[in-house]
Nanobody, 124 residues
Framework: QVQLVESGGGLVQAGGSLRLSCAAS????????MGWFRQAPGKEREFVAA????????YYADSVKGRFTISRDNAKNTVYLRMDSLAPEDTAVYYC?????????????????WGQGTQVTVSS
């Protein structure tokens, strides 16, 4: 099993940047695909970015491609989401998720482990 704890959310002006972190417990972090999802009020949870367990494959939602970067540090059991050029429509609760030996699915149903979420608010 793995437990996930997100941090790094906050309030930022449009055009600004934030870096989210997701720290994982356990000694097998490198065996997990890691994903970031977000959910805005009144909307469904949506895929943001994912990194396969091997780290060789990375995927992004079209809405964040070129602005967000997912990365992982297996030595620190941490996955990051660097968010640049933030816009008000990026406002949401951001969740990290883990999928054992996953390829980096865009489907949140395939992730078995979730963090508690961190709020990102982008003001205009």
């Amino acid at each position: 099993q793995v437990q996930l704890v997100e941090s790094g959310g906050g309030l930022v002006q449009a055009g600004g940047s934030l870096r989210l972190s997701c720290a994982a417990s356990g000694r097998t972090f490198s065996s997990y695909a890691m994903g970031w999802f977000r959910q805005a009020p009144g909307k469904e949870r949506e895929f943001v970015a994912a990194n396969s367990w091997s780290g060789r494959n990375t995927y992004y939602a079209d809405s964040v491609k070129g602005r967000f970067t997912i990365s992982r540090d297996n030595a620190k059991n941490t996955v990051y989401l660097r968010m640049d050029s933030l816009a008000p429509e990026d406002t949401a609760v951001y969740y990290c998720a883990a999928q054992l030996y996953g390829l980096g699915s865009l489907n949140f149903h395939e992730y078995g482990y979730w963090g508690q979420g961190t709020q990102v608010t982008v003001s205009s």
